[in-house]
């Protein structure tokens, strides 16, 4: 599935964004015009101002800020919706392109957050003149409310009233001076042809949402203010397009329009690439419904964030054992019957977790883990984790022929577990020169499309003892049958 969402190599993630500059044009509000000294106005005067007004583009408000910054009651992890997804998703091509995630707002968590601060803050300084939290609020307004569309609305407006958008592009182009400016003409010409007066905006407001997202990261707006400010830019996003297609490619064209260049000049071509490979992701971003309600899901979160705590705290007594990724906090819960002990002290950095039964002598004779993967941080985890089973089949099949033993195995197979559909493959091994024999059960499984979760269960016992795992592959009912998330 093309690139990983998270790269390790951030040698793109904090170049100095280019400084764009922002023609601001300011409007009276409707219904605010100055009354003249008798304080009426007269009929013509009141038509002037409503034809003026026609089609003008109605404003977005964004969220006051409060005088100080404060850090949020709540994470991103307490409140994660597709709203917030939705908003990350309309960034996306700027996150890929800083080898940044793209499922957290301003692409960066965990120690990547701390250790790339002081980057997102030049950034935002050297590219949008933010410094601080006073600046914050005034620079996404302009952009929302004006930005490179204005620009482009008279480009479009000239063309007009030249009727060159009447013509075919390669007529229209003969017309325009060859100068540094054609190429900004030509693909003006081709966003209109495909999305008329809204050419571009997807340009500007996909960059204020990754304003806010970095603000956020550069801890110049907290995390709520950021999510409240977002939302009605990110709905008059949605309402503008009707796809995400749209959304990119308005994005893409304002790029090309800002940089005064062709599409197919290369910083251009760079990001339609960009596009192309999140597009064929099998659970990148435009995966996301782009009808997805958006709404405040955050709110509420520290009631919510009671809430889990309390479940958290039932299920643990229920005998259920949290299992979480570093990429995907929310995580799964797993429940086995009582004769699997879980190992609390088993200590593992990928968060693996251990169950085990016990023979009559207290010696343990099945090991089960778990280990769960994010799907949108490893999209290609079920393949590897294919690859890597039938490698083990063949190391199997090795080994106890240099050994004078047997192998079966199963082959890569399928069970419906409950709403899992799980990929399996049995080895069952035996090694006469030690009297031992041994099984195994390599399992992964989709969860919602957000993670794989792998089970591998093992037992050895000597030759001739009985096995508690069966080649049965009904004991899968049993490994991932009570799975919670």
């Not at 905006?201 to 956020?216: E, T, V």
């Not at 950095?349 to 089960?368: C, H, L, P, W």
Request: glycine content about 6%; hydrophobic content about 30%; overall charge negative.
């Amino acid at each position: 599935m093309g690139k990983l969402i998270k790269y390790k190599k951030r040698g793109k993630i904090f170049c100095a964004a280019a400084v764009i500059t922002v023609v601001s044009l300011f409007f009276n509000a409707c219904g605010n015009s100055q009354t003249s000294q008798k304080g009426q106005d007269s009929k013509q005067e009141k038509q002037k101002e409503e034809k003026k007004e026609e089609g003008k583009e109605k404003e977005v408000k964004v969220e006051n800020l409060k005088e100080d910054y404060e850090p949020s009651a709540f994470e991103e992890t307490d409140v994660e919706s597709d709203t917030i997804y939705w908003m990350c998703s309309a960034y996306a091509i700027y996150s890929q392109y800083n080898d940044k995630r793209l499922d957290v707002v301003g692409g960066l968590s965990g120690e990547d957050k701390e250790w790339y601060q002081d980057s997102v803050k030049i950034a935002l300084a050297e590219g949008w003149g933010i410094m601080g939290r006073d600046e914050v609020e005034k620079t996404v307004e302009k952009l929302v409310n004006h930005g490179h569309r204005e620009e482009y609305r008279k480009v479009i407006k000239e063309m007009k009233d030249k009727k060159l958008l009447e013509l075919s592009k390669e007529e229209a182009m003969k017309k325009i001076p060859d100068d540094e400016n054609q190429p900004r003409y030509e693909t003006a010409y081709e966003a209109y042809e495909k999305y008329g007066e809204a050419g571009i905006d997807g340009w500007d407001y996909s960059r204020a949402l990754q304003i806010l997202g970095d603000c956020y990261q550069a801890e110049y707006i907290n995390l709520q203010e950021c999510l409240d400010m977002s939302l009605p830019i990110a709905r008059k996003l949605q309402e503008t397009y009707d796809s995400w297609e749209g959304v990119a490619e308005s994005y893409l064209y304002g790029y090309s329009f800002w940089k005064k260049e062709l599409p197919t000049d290369y910083d251009s071509q760079e990001r339609w690439d960009i596009y192309d490979e999140l597009k064929s992701m099998e659970q990148g971003p435009y995966t996301l419904a782009y009808d997805t309600v958006l709404e405040d899901t955050w709110s509420n979160a520290e009631e919510r964030i009671q809430q889990k705590a309390r479940q958290e705290e039932e299920d643990l007594k229920a005998g259920y054992v949290p299992l979480t990724c570093e990429e995907e906090p929310k995580g799964l819960k797993i429940r086995l019957p009582k004769e699997y002990v879980w190992d609390e002290e088993y200590e593992s950095s990928t968060g693996r977790i251990v169950f085990e039964t016990f023979d009559e002598t207290g010696a343990d004779d099945i090991t089960v883990s778990y280990d769960m993967e994010s799907l949108r941080e490893y999209p290609t985890m079920a393949e590897t984790k294919k690859e890597s089973a039938l490698m083990s089949e063949n190391t199997a099949k090795e080994l106890t022929q240099e050994q004078g033993g047997t192998m079966e195995s199963s082959g890569v197979q399928t069970r419906q577990v409950g709403d899992l559909e799980v990929n399996y493959m049995m080895i069952y091994e035996t090694y006469p020169n030690y009297h031992l024999q041994k099984i195994r059960y390599i399992t992964w499984t989709s969860i919602e499309g957000k993670y794989l979760l792998e089970c591998e269960a093992e037992e050895s016992v000597q030759e001739g003892q009985e096995m508690k795992l069966s080649k049965d592959p009904a004991i899968l009912d049993t490994l991932l049958g009570d799975v919670k998330w």
